[in-house]
């Protein structure tokens, strides 16, 4: 399946030069996936929710300082390429050409709406991501847009005192929180002084009741709900107090450039953060760990980039975190170091360890076959 029908015309478009202030009002008044950037007419890069909180930035900061560079794709591209590109340029849309005219967009919606119905062969348990960065009802909105933007994430479940479930906050609870001023302050005066803005507690800005997903439900199951409640996440609880994960959109993409190749299936997100390493070293290197264990077949590997402001002559702090979904398990190492490969062995060298130590999960042996034949026509 390609993207030729779940491309669309419409799109929200701005110059590099628009004040950041006039970007978040469109995200309120229009409530765009994401915008597309242009310099002179031509394509530039795209800006998300996200992409607004990544620091304080003043309102008349130019769009081009939190712009994406997103890959260009074809309109006749194939369905998994496109969902391998949004998850590795961490975006939520790309920028679609028929041979050199921008076309339109493709956003990460349009693509889960088109696969819905192949959705029912997984569950949600075989997707979602099991470290959880969490944040207490007492914290402060500084301290959330600090974990949001430190862990590359956008929601955090928010717990009590007692360590349950209660609410959850988001990157568009911030956006909006922030677009809004005063009036998103309640009982809270604080005549507009951002620094006192960013020391409500979570509790006034939190969604609740928290809409959640079983590890046993199915992932079609689950994008609904998404859908239905516009929302780009759900947080898995068996019981609905305690948190398990987080299933997300960008979960579910990531599943579907699953493929029967006989070369490992390894994803890499911020991939524009590779300087000293390329894209064949990471896989060679994984696959070399898991050759090592014949008994361990590994199914998909991530590998995730995320850059620190701390920099050394120059060269950024990265973390990297890796992440096995294998025969037997789940098994992940992360590490830092500056620049991309120093951080990579850093976090192969954990994950390796961990292989060693990784004892009693639960083996998934039909969870390949499961999704590929469900998947498999698209």
Do not use: W
């Given at each position: 399946?390609?993207i030729?029908?779940?491309a669309?015309e419409?799109?929200v478009?701005?110059?590099t030069?628009?004040?950041l202030?006039?970007?978040?009002?469109?995200?309120e008044?229009?409530?765009?996936?994401?915008?597309?950037?242009?310099e002179?007419?031509?394509?530039?890069?795209?800006?998300?929710?996200?992409?607004?909180?990544?620091?304080?930035i003043?309102?008349?900061?130019?769009?081009s300082v939190?712009?994406?560079?997103?890959p260009?794709?074809?309109r006749t591209?194939?369905i998994r390429?496109?969902?391998?590109i949004l998850?590795?340029g961490n975006?939520?849309i790309?920028?679609?050409?028929?041979?050199?005219?921008?076309y339109g967009?493709?956003?990460?919606?349009?693509?889960?709406?088109?696969?819905?119905?192949?959705?029912?062969?997984?569950t949600?348990?075989?997707?979602y991501?099991?470290?959880v960065?969490?944040?207490?009802?007492?914290?402060h909105?500084?301290?959330?847009?600090?974990?949001?933007r430190e862990?590359?994430i956008?929601?955090?479940?928010?717990?009590?005192?007692?360590?349950?479930l209660?609410?959850?906050?988001?990157?568009?609870?911030?956006v909006?929180?922030?677009?809004r001023?005063?009036n998103?302050l309640g009982?809270?005066?604080?005549?507009?002084d951002?620094d006192?803005?960013?020391?409500?507690?979570?509790?006034?800005?939190?969604?609740?009741?928290?809409?959640?997903?079983t590890?046993?439900?199915?992932?079609?199951a689950?994008?609904?709900?998404?859908f239905?409640?516009?929302?780009?996440?759900?947080?898995?609880?068996?019981?609905?107090?305690?948190?398990?994960g987080v299933?997300?959109?960008t979960d579910?993409l990531?599943?579907?450039t699953?493929?029967?190749?006989?070369?490992?299936d390894?994803?890499?997100?911020?991939?524009?953060l590779?300087?000293t390493?390329?894209?064949?070293?990471?896989?060679?290197?994984i696959e070399?760990?898991?050759?090592?264990?014949?008994d361990?077949?590994?199914?998909?590997a991530?590998v995730?980039?995320?850059e620190?402001?701390?920099?050394?002559?120059?060269t950024?702090?990265?973390?990297?975190?890796i992440?096995l979904?294998?025969?037997?398990?789940?098994?992940?190492?992360?590490g830092?170091?500056?620049?991309?490969?120093?951080?990579?062995?850093?976090?192969?060298?954990?994950?390796?360890?961990?292989?060693?130590?990784m004892?009693?999960f639960?083996?998934?042996?039909?969870?390949?076959?499961?999704?590929l034949r469900?998947?498999?026509?698209?």
């Open positions: 399946m390609n030729t029908d779940i669309v419409e799109y478009e701005v110059d030069s628009t004040r202030g006039k970007v978040r009002s469109i995200f008044e229009k409530n765009p996936k994401g915008i597309v950037v242009t002179d007419g031509e394509y530039a890069g795209v800006i998300g929710e996200r992409d607004l909180i990544k620091s304080r003043e309102d008349d900061t130019k769009a939190v712009m994406k560079n997103a260009r794709v074809k591209e194939h390429e496109v969902a391998r998850v590795e975006v939520k790309a920028p679609v050409y028929e041979g050199e005219k921008l967009i493709v956003t990460e919606d349009g693509i889960l709406e088109a696969v819905l119905d192949n959705l029912d062969a997984i949600v348990e075989q997707i991501t099991k470290d960065v969490t944040i207490t009802e007492e914290g909105v500084g301290q959330a847009i600090n974990r949001l862990n590359g956008s929601r955090l479940p928010v717990l009590n005192e007692n360590g349950r209660t609410g959850v906050i988001t990157t568009h609870d911030i909006e929180f922030v677009i001023g005063e998103r009982r809270h005066d604080r005549s507009g951002t006192r803005m960013l020391d409500i507690p979570v509790f006034d800005l939190m969604s609740n009741p928290v809409l959640t997903a590890p046993e439900e199915t992932v079609k689950a994008v609904e709900r998404m239905e409640n516009d929302i780009a996440g759900l947080v898995v609880s068996d019981d609905g107090e305690a948190v398990d299933v997300t959109k579910v990531r599943a579907l699953f493929t029967e190749e006989e070369s490992m390894v994803q890499i997100t911020n991939i524009a590779l300087d390493i390329s894209r064949e070293h990471i896989v060679e290197s070399s760990v898991s050759d090592k264990y014949q361990m077949a590994v199914h998909h991530h995730r980039f995320h620190h402001k701390e920099k050394l002559r120059g950024p702090l990265l973390q990297c975190q992440r979904r294998t025969s037997e398990g789940q098994v992940a190492g992360s830092e170091g500056y620049g991309s490969e120093h951080a990579f062995h850093v976090a192969l060298d954990k994950l390796e360890r961990n292989v060693l130590e004892k009693g639960k083996a998934d042996e039909e969870y390949r076959g499961q999704l469900k998947l498999g026509d698209l």
